[in-house]
Nanobody
Framework: QVQLVESGGGLVQAGGSLRLSCAASGRTFSNYDMGWYRQGPGKEREFVAAIRWSGGSTYYADSVKGRFTISRDNAKNTVSLQMNSLKPEDTAIYYC??????????????WGQGTQVTVSS
């Protein structure tokens, strides 16, 4: 069992920044590739970013490349998403997730409860 708790969401103006954090507990955090998904109003859940268990490689959706940065601190059992140059279309509920295997397989395991990000124009 893995418990994931997101924090850091809120309301921000277009062009602003937010930093989301995900705290993990349960099984050894460093064993998992980790990531973030989001779901905007009336939209399907979409992949945002992922990071290997070691933190050695990352992957981003085209829509956020150059603006978002995923990172992790295995000593603290946390994964973060730094979001810069935010746009109204970034408005969504953001979910932290584990992967059952390498992130390239796109097979999520555990999910957090989500945190709301709202970007005003």
């Amino acid at each position: 069992q893995v418990q994931l708790v997101e924090s850091g969401g809120g309301l921000v103006q277009a062009g602003g920044s937010l930093r989301l954090s995900c705290a993990a507990s349960g099984r050894t955090f460093s064993n998992y590739d980790m990531g973030w998904y989001r779901q905007g109003p009336g939209k399907e859940r979409e992949f945002v970013a992922a990071i290997r268990w070691s933190g050695g490689s990352t992957y981003y959706a085209d829509s956020v490349k150059g603006r978002f940065t995923i990172s992790r601190d295995n000593a603290k059992n946390t994964v973060s998403l730094q979001m810069n140059s935010l746009k109204p279309e970034d408005t969504a509920i953001y979910y932290c997730n584990t992967y059952r295997g390498p992130y390239s397989r796109r097979d999520p395991g555990y999910w957090g409860q989500g945190t709301q990000v709202t970007v005003s124009s």
